[in-house]
């Protein structure tokens, strides 16, 4: 079925340092989504990127959608401990949403 | 609002027995789904419905049976637990049917352990 592949599995960072994830498809996607889930906790929707080559930020987060719509990046300035946790991305596929893998982020203070 | 709620938070269960996940969600969405999560595969859709009445399969619906006879609940019935079933479940709901600017909610989850 339809999947987004999500790099990094595992990234595990000194505090201050910057993270990526990203999230590629083999299809053109009208639109992808981002999750953050805290240890322990449910998943939380961060953002939604819809236009190609599209840019919003959120404080330290950075989210970058494709010029060709396969793929989208999420960027962390100076991580810091609120930081760990794993970060999904999501697409869109009929009337289903369909989750990455996951990057799982641990920040060592 | 409490948004998406789901009973129990844990439980253990023997081989071939048979429970009820509960999801209710406060909110008038339209759209409800559950998810299971395991170690290094992310979430992957069990069954969704677009409505009250309305229910369809996701990507791993084996095992599984939902129904939907109101927009407030969708409950997931596992019809005889096995070990592979173990796993934490979340239910989700998004106001319309999943698309651009719809965003989906998601309860606390359900932490299950079949023995």
């Known amino acids: 079925g339809q999947q987004v592949m999500q790099i990094p599995q595992y990234q595990h960072v000194q505090e201050g340092e910057d993270f990526t994830t990203y999230c590629n498809s083999s299809t053109t996607l009208s639109n992808i989504q981002w999750y953050k889930q805290r240890p322990g906790g449910h998943p939380v929707f961060l953002i939604q990127?819809?236009?190609?080559?599209e840019v919003k930020k959120q404080k330290r987060l950075t989210f970058q959608f494709g010029e060709a719509k396969k793929n989208s990046s999420l960027h962390i300035t100076a991580t810091q401990t609120t930081d760990v946790g794993t970060y999904f991305c999501a697409e869109e596929y009929g009337n289903k949403l369909v989750f990455g893998a996951g990057t799982i982020l641990r920040v060592k203070s | 609002n409490a948004g998406v709620t789901q009973t129990p938070k844990f439980q253990v269960l023997k081989t071939g027995q048979s429970m009820t996940l509960q999801c209710a969600q406060d909110?008038?969405?339209?759209?409800m789904s559950w998810y299971r999560q395991d170690p290094g595969m992310g979430l992957r859709l069990i069954h969704y419905s677009v409505g009250a009445g309305i229910t369809d399969q996701g990507e791993v619906p084996n095992g599984y049976n939902v129904s939907r006879s109101t927009t407030e609940d969708f409950p997931l019935r596992l019809l005889s637990a096995a070990p592979s079933q173990t796993s934490v479940y979340f239910c989700?709901?998004?106001?319309?049917?999943?698309?651009?600017?719809?965003?989906?909610?998601f309860g606390p989850g359900t932490r299950l352990l079949v023995l």
């Open positions: 989700a709901s998004t106001r319309g049917r999943v698309g651009p600017q719809e965003t989906q909610y």
């Open positions: 909110m008038n969405h339209e759209y």
């Open positions: 990127l819809v236009k190609s080559g």
